[in-house]
């Protein structure tokens, strides 16, 4: 890519069109999940682009391969595919601030009574190193039953977030379809 260029260029030279897709998914073409080392090609390759660029895709395939259909729905096809990842994450993302959320009143719950047990074994016991430790001890236990939500909702949920970003993106780049002279003649 250029530093002119006004977008994210990501290029893929292929032999033939099916070998950007899982060729052992029963689907038809529009609906097939991408190869996963197509998959990770292209979503590393976008990781390490500027965030503030649309993608486009050149796919570059051999001169005469016949696949005019299957070209056209190449678009798609790529599309599709994001689209639902995107989904997939949204659905993770979803699921882990619910499990935040559940940590989060479990925590609370097991902090209060951690807190109410120090307070009445503090009360109730003659003050020693042992009372000390075991009121303490107490305080640190309902303070740590807080550390998985903590963990999620200041943490956890960016990268998600961040993936599902970039899926969205990709599945509204811009998908160009080239051909080469598989001869590597270069007509000179």
């Not at 390490?48 to 395939?61: A, C, I, K, Q």
């Not at 109410?116 to 430790?133: S, T, Y």
């Amino acid at each position: 890519m250029s530093n002119g260029d006004a977008v994210n260029r990501i290029e893929i030279k292929l032999r033939d069109l099916s070998q950007l897709f899982e060729t052992l998914d029963p689907l038809p073409f529009r609906a097939r999940d991408l190869a996963t080392h197509a998959e990770e090609y292209i979503t590393d390759s976008a990781r390490e682009m500027p965030r503030d660029r649309p993608f486009e895709l050149v796919v570059y395939l051999p001169e005469g391969t016949g696949e005019q259909e299957a070209s056209r729905d190449l678009r798609a096809s790529i599309a599709t595919f994001f689209r639902q990842r995107a989904a997939v994450t949204n659905r993770e993302l979803r699921e882990l601030f619910s499990t935040g959320r559940r940590t989060l009143l479990i925590g609370c719950l097991i902090l209060g009574a951690c807190l109410i047990l120090a307070q009445a074994f503090a009360a109730f016991m003659p003050e020693n190193g042992i009372v000390v430790f075991v009121e303490e001890g107490l305080v640190i236990v309902g303070w740590v039953a807080l550390w998985r939500p903590l963990e999620i909702f200041l943490y956890e949920w960016w990268p998600i977030a961040k993936e599902r970003k970039l899926f969205e993106r990709l599945a509204v780049a811009d998908i160009r379809l080239r051909f080469y002279d598989p001869e590597g003649h270069t007509g000179a």
